[in-house]
């Protein structure tokens, strides 16, 4: 097991010097918030917490954690299941929290560039009135730090891949403070290594992002939800086969097993019964191509035994579904 130093007063004065009073806190209950995420495992306390505003300060940070040897790890939303931003020796947590910045908007370009502390969700709400989105749905409103560290995925990879997918460019603090760029904003280029896919899903063991160029892509003007029940997990499944090369727009897809359609029915009022179910996202350009599309999801779900099949065109209908 690593042997790292703890937080000695003089670090804690070394921290102050690079950071203003309300960015720095030893008190127990911030630790306390940051010592567990959402998942299972066991809660770590660190001993300070710092929240840096720019990049310059996490630099900071990090230089003074490596030429101490303290540990540092970062912390976003606390939405993850991988347990990856417990402290589990100790040291600093380096909240991303207060980076929560648009950087810039390349509309033109469908690209946007952010800080890492900024929630997925959040940012889409200032996309939409520029009918843009970012794709990748994870579920809870994880940060773009927090994606990118974790590669995350969800409903909508079967159409536009994962947070690895939809990344062009970031900036990045390497452990010893150094300040990097990797990617490009360009979306054809082959110069030089990969560096950028290197630190996605890396869960910060490598650097801490501190920018994103991230891909867009149109909203669409129709999102119709989808739930089909089906009598067994092989009818469901050669569904998804024949929906998938019909051509249709499936932008997100989920599959719920019988048992966790049960209890989702009793604990979560859903009426699905305890049949395998499948979770769809359609995506149309028209209300007119949106109507055919449901009507051939609908043939064909019930082409494979479907025996229950719902679909709506409203929002919060099918924010409900998803729920």
């Keep these: 097991m690593a042997k790292f130093n703890p937080v000695s007063k003089a670090v804690l004065a070394e921290l102050t010097a690079v950071l203003p009073p309300d960015q720095i806190s030893t008190a127990e209950a911030e630790r306390q918030l940051r010592a567990q995420d959402m998942s299972q495992h066991d809660a770590h306390l660190s001993e300070v917490v710092v929240w840096p505003s720019n990049s310059q300060q996490v630099a900071d940070v990090l230089r003074i954690a490596h030429e101490n040897h303290i540990p540092v790890t970062p912390w976003g939303a606390g939405s993850s299941l991988e347990g990856n931003s417990i402290p589990l020796f100790g040291g600093i947590t380096l909240s991303l929290e207060r980076m929560n910045q648009i950087v810039a908007l390349h509309a033109d370009d469908f ?143 989920e599959f719920v097993d019988a048992a966790t359609a049960d209890l989702l029915s009793r604990e979560e009022g859903v009426d699905w019964g305890d049949n395998p179910t499948l979770l769809m996202e359609v995506h149309a350009a028209h209300a007119e191509t949106a109507e055919l599309d449901l009507a051939l999801v609908q043939e064909i779900c019930a082409a494979h035994g479907a025996i229950r099949f719902q679909a709506t065109t409203d929002t919060a209908e099918r924010q409900k579904m998803w729920r």
């Design 111 to 253: 690209q946007v560039t952010v800080q890492p502390g900024i929630g997925y969700k959040d940012l889409n709400k200032a996309l939409g009135p520029h009918g843009l989105f970012f794709a990748p749905d994870p579920g809870a409103n994880a940060s773009i730090g927090g994606m990118l560290g974790n590669n995350a995925a969800g409903s909508r990879t079967v159409k536009y891949g994962a947070t690895k997918d939809n990344i062009l460019a970031m900036e990045v603090v390497l452990a010893d403070g150094r300040l990097i760029q990797v990617g490009s904003r360009s979306v054809k280029q082959s110069a030089g290594y990969d560096l950028l896919h290197l630190f996605v899903g890396s869960e910060g063991t490598l650097g801490i992002v501190t920018q994103a160029t991230l891909k867009l892509v149109p909203l669409p003007d129709v999102m119709s939800g989808v739930v089909a029940n089906f009598t067994s997990v092989e009818s469901a499944i050669t569904a998804v086969v024949d929906l998938r090369a019909s051509g249709l727009d499936i932008a997100a897809l």
